[in-house]
């Protein structure tokens, strides 16, 4: 019968090198145990062609006519088909003495084609009377090779032991081959001097040789030193040359040459198995350790690749090499990301896990790259997992520097607050966050969150200039909300600490005067603004003190000299004058009665501030100066008519038509009088003006003896002891008015009853108006939109038009009825008395919908006419360059785009600027400049963003880039970090994460 040769397929491993030093230990840990575990491998010599001419002389001599015609046929045939030749040999001679024989060599064909439990079947079945001593323990060899191989006993090892134990009994090559494969699970299960004595206490025929050369060379690895261990394989090697080039002999060969410092010897070795394909982790890691220190990086990702397949410890540290690299290569977010794959390792030891938590800490520390808060994470678990650290002091201070940069405020706020005891340098590190999340929520108008934060800053207690700074902002957000009272104890408290700049004192005493003066402590608010004004430079500022001093000087003392000179330093510390300055002098100059000074300094506020907003007041106040002074009514009367023409629905146009007539009844032009009174209470009838009016008319008509005529106008008016119609109409209306003011539920039904009784009314606009509001408010937009379309019309007052077009065009907007809302918003951009602001809004609204419903063309227009309104707020300006990229973008004009998109590169923590930032990415990225792509993801990943759904999206298209670049590596561990830390719960993120992680997995 043939023998079957079963190759050890051990496989010797260095150990892993120490945390502290990258050096294997000697002697006897050279072989780990899981060397033991590859006892054996699919390489056996079995049923194969060159095995068959030594079959006749294995044979016992027989009459075997029949089976020598199957031999033949077997070596004729070879192995393409041995179970037809041996079935038919069974089926044809079913009595045959050598049955037995040729269904063993039947099992032998199904072991060599991996077929195990058919062979176990056959070999089962085998009348053992049919077979001799030496194919009996042929049996028993395979039995015991299928037990091993098997994954279903849970002892294989004690299972095979009695079929190998009954073969050694035979002088045959299978009794040998089974002793053999005993002192090899004899080494398997630790017992390795009964393995040596095996091997030793007979001499072994040629056909075993080698493997009995190759078992030995494995074990001298684990019980003689590497050198001696080193120089028994050679000699084995000179004689069996076919033993080196043995994979597992070659690794176990290499990591031990490593292990004595000959890297040059390990490296032959090693390498053709990286080449191959054929090494173990451990063998990986140990060819990357000394490709790493030749320089040759591309080689050594290769061998780590494999390494860090290993769920054992061998793989936690490849992870902490390829970190290592990786940084060395000045790739710090792909060293983060390794780093991080080392400390999550399930094969990481305690060191293992320290050093890989440590080197991230150390690696990601100084820089504002956003990782979700994953790196504020790290420092947290190591301050806990490892307390007694040395390092524990040195981390602690890092991690105060890393909370002070990274932008992501809330997360870092989380681990302070779960560190137990944390250092002065955390609390300080915390004041500074909590007065960045005030400030943060303050630019966000949230009151009861920036309130919120900056009480507890204010709650940590002195802990350096942040406390100040926190009393500032609180000092400074309660006096804009009206809370003087608050306002003036933080900043009186915040005085209190030296930290403080002079500037930042003089900003605090700025905030108390004006505390103090609205709580009415003017003497205290005039002495917080005398020191302000000793500490600060800003011309502008120290006018608006100088103003408030005048103020409280005017409260105190009447129109004084001392009122009058802070008055006038207020008009002359900024360049042009102070208008206000200028209006309260004059003012104060007529109470004075001083009007000759009072009439030029009204004449220098026309003059130099000819659109302040109280102008009109002015040019009033210098009427009625004029004809105080004894100066020509002509001169007085063209005051008053400059305030008609330049504010004609204003209250002071009003009262100057009540003087002129007044001028002109005392000039005794009484008909001229009459006709300027008519006009007011014509235009103007529901005033206050307008009954003063027709008091006044009244009385020139009751002095002139004409109550006729006035009677008869005044029934043409309505006018009379009982309110006229268009009187009554206007109580009804202020009655619905008061209803709609007071948010009532029954102003929707009063309104519609003064709209329907009074169709035509001066209030009838206005109460349509009030009536679409209530309407809209209550959900009834379909009655309420015919309303507002009625006002669109040229004869509606202009303010009331214009507010009409406001409601109708932001109601479209919130409907999503895209092509109507921008109908409208062109309208009210294009509307005439339209204010800066409301302008500017109307321009952003218009270049946002024309971009979205498809016209990208007057998207663009409208955007660049819009950043030409000047005043602009930043965030507008930053949306409306956006929107300028991105209509470039829409008309495949990816470059111009680009270049609009690289403007906002300095407002990254802006969610246009992010945006704009990913998209200039996302175009190099789509024109297939990847390299390019990736610096730009890669420096606003370092730079980072408060806005954490772009930086979500980047890391995204940076994994992408890398595996366009074929570095699956960096591409997968970018996602997987993103997986595992992104806190966002956008879905078209996660689909994004989902779609690369099945990717990852079916490549």
């Known amino acids: 019968m043939k023998h079957l040769i079963l190759c050890l397929g051990l496989s010797g491993a260095l150990s892993l090198p120490t945390l502290a030093q990258q050096t294997a230990p000697s002697g006897s840990a050279l072989i780990m145990t899981q060397a033991r575990h590859d006892i054996l491998g699919g390489n056996f010599v079995g049923y194969q062609q060159q095995a068959l001419p030594l079959l006749p002389r294995l044979l016992p001599p027989s009459s075997r006519a029949a089976y020598d015609q199957l031999l033949a046929g077997l070596i004729t045939t070879g192995l393409e088909a041995p179970e037809e030749v041996l079935n038919t040999f069974l089926e044809q001679h079913p009595s045959s003495l050598d049955r037995e024989r040729a269904q063993l060599l039947m099992a032998s064909a199904y072991i060599s084609k991996g077929q195990l439990l058919q062979a176990r079947g056959l070999l089962e079945r085998i009348d053992l009377r ?114 080196l080039k043995r994979p597992r002999l070659m690794g176990t060969l290499g990591r031990a040459y490593e292990h004595e410092g000959d890297e040059a010897a390990a490296r032959e070795y090693l390498l053709p198995l990286l080449q191959q394909g054929d090494l173990l982790p451990e063998e990986a890691y140990t060819l990357a350790t000394i490709l790493y220190k030749s320089k040759d990086y591309d080689g050594a990702r290769k061998a780590l690749a494999l390494a860090t397949s290993s769920t054992h410890e061998v793989g936690a540290l490849a992870h902490i090499l390829q970190g290592n690299m990786r940084l060395e290569a000045g790739e710090r977010s792909q060293a983060l990301l390794a780093f991080g794959a080392a400390a999550g390792h399930p094969g990481a030891t305690p060191q293992a896990r320290e050093y890989a938590i440590y080197n991230s800490i150390k690696a990601s520390s100084g820089g504002a790259a956003s990782d979700f808060g994953h790196s504020l994470r790290l420092y947290e678990q190591y301050l806990k997992e490892f307390a007694d650290s040395p390092r524990h002091r040195e981390v602690y201070d890092e991690l105060a520097d890393q909370l002070a940069l990274s932008k992501d405020y809330a997360a870092s706020l989380d681990v302070i607050k779960r560190l137990d005891n944390p250092p002065a340098s955390i609390l300080h590190t915390q004041q500074y966050i909590l007065c960045r999340l005030g400030e943060l929520y303050i630019q966000q108008e949230k009151p009861e969150l920036w309130q919120r934060y900056l009480n507890e800053a204010i709650k940590l207690g002195d802990q350096g200039l942040y406390y100040t700074e926190a009393l500032a902002l609180s000092a400074r957000m309660h006096l804009s909300r009206g809370a003087y009272t608050e306002a003036r104890d933080a900043a009186r408290l915040a005085l209190k600490k030296a930290q403080a700049s002079s500037l930042g004192r003089g900003i605090l005493h700025y905030i108390l005067g004006y505390a103090q003066y609205n709580l009415g402590a003017y003497p205290e608010a005039d002495r917080a603004f005398a020191q302000f004004e000793t500490l600060a430079t800003d011309p502008a500022l120290r006018s608006d003190a100088q103003l408030r001093r005048g103020d409280c000087a005017l409260v105190a003392l009447g129109p004084s000299a001392e009122a009058i000179q802070h008055y006038s330093k207020a008009n002359d510390l900024v360049e042009g004058g102070n208008a206000e300055a200028l209006y309260r002098l004059q003012h104060l100059y007529g109470r004075r009665s001083d009007y000759a000074q009072q009439i030029s300094t009204i004449n220098q506020l026309l003059s ?155 209030d009838t606009d206005k109460a349509r108006l009030m009536l679409a509001k209530d309407l809209l408010a209550t959900g009834q937009a379909t009655e309420a939109l015919p309303l507002l ?99 470039s973008e829409a008309q495949n004009k990816s470059n111009e785009a680009a270049k609009i998109y690289s403007s906002l590169d300095k407002r990254l923590d802006s969610p246009y600027g992010a945006e704009a930032y990913h998209s200039r990415a996302r175009i190099a990225y789509a024109s297939g400049r990847v390299s390019e792509a990736k610096k730009l993801l890669e420096q606003f990943i370092a730079q980072g963003s408060t806005q954490q759904y772009w930086m979500a999206r980047s890391f995204i298209l940076l994994s992408d880039c890398y595996m366009m670049l074929g570095d699956r590596y960096a591409a997968e561990q970018y996602i997987s970090s993103l997986k595992e830390n992104y806190q966002g719960d956008e879905e078209d993120i996660a689909q994004m994460i989902n779609q690369r992680m099945q990717l990852f997995n079916k490549q």
């Open 130 to 243: 049919g077979l001799s001593e030496a194919e009996q323990a042929e049996r028993e060899v395979y039995l015991g090779y299928i037990t091993l191989c098997k994954p279903t006993p849970r002892h294989p090892i004690r299972e095979a032991r009695p079929h190998l134990e009954r073969a050694i009994i035979s002088n045959s090559l299978w009794g040998e081959q089974a002793l053999l494969l005993i002192a090899a699970l004899e080494w398997h299960e630790d017992n390795t001097p009964q393995a040596q004595h095996l091997l030793s206490e007979r001499r072994w025929s040629k056909a075993l040789a080698p493997e009995v050369a190759y078992l030995k060379a494995l074990i001298g690895f684990q019980t003689k030193s590497p050198e001696e261990a080193i120089q028994q394989t050679l000699l084995a090697g000179l004689k069996y040359p076919e033993l």
């Open 789 to 887: 379309s009625q006002l669109n019309r040229a004869e509606t007052e202009a303010a009331l038009r214009l507010e009409a077009l406001e409601l109708l065009a932001d109601y479209q907007y919130k409907q999503e009825q895209g092509r109507e809302a921008l109908a409208s918003y062109r309208a009210l951009y294009a509307f005439p008395d339209l204010s800066l602001g409301e302008r500017q809004r109307a321009g952003l609204l218009v270049a946002r919908l024309a971009l979205k419903e498809g016209d990208p063309a007057l998207s663009a227009q409208m955007a660049e006419q819009t950043l030409n309104l000047k005043p602009l707020s930043q965030e507008m300006q930053d949306e409306l360059t956006l929107i300028r990229g991105k209509a």
């Open 608 to 762: 130099k501030h000819p659109r302040a907003p109280f102008v009109a007041e002015a040019l009033y106040d210098k009427g009625r100066a004029q004809i105080l002074s004894g100066q020509s009514n002509s001169e007085a009367e063209e005051s008053f008519r400059e305030i008609e023409r330049r504010f004609p629905h204003s209250r002071e146009a009003r009262l100057a038509s009540l003087e002129r007539a007044m001028l002109h009844y005392n000039a005794s032009r009484a008909e001229e009088a009459i006709a300027i009174y008519k006009r007011v209470i014509a235009d103007h009838p529901t005033t206050a003006e307008a009954r003063t009016a027709l008091a006044d008319l009244k009385n020139i008509y009751t002095a002139q003896s004409r109550m006729d005529e006035y009677m008869s106008y005044a029934e043409a008016l309505g006018a009379g002891l009982k309110p006229s119609d268009e009187e009554a109409g206007h109580l009804l209306f202020l009655s619905a008015q008061n209803q709609h003011l007071q948010g009532h539920a029954s102003s929707i039904r009063a309104l519609q009853g003064f709209v329907q009784r009074f169709p035509s009314h001066q």
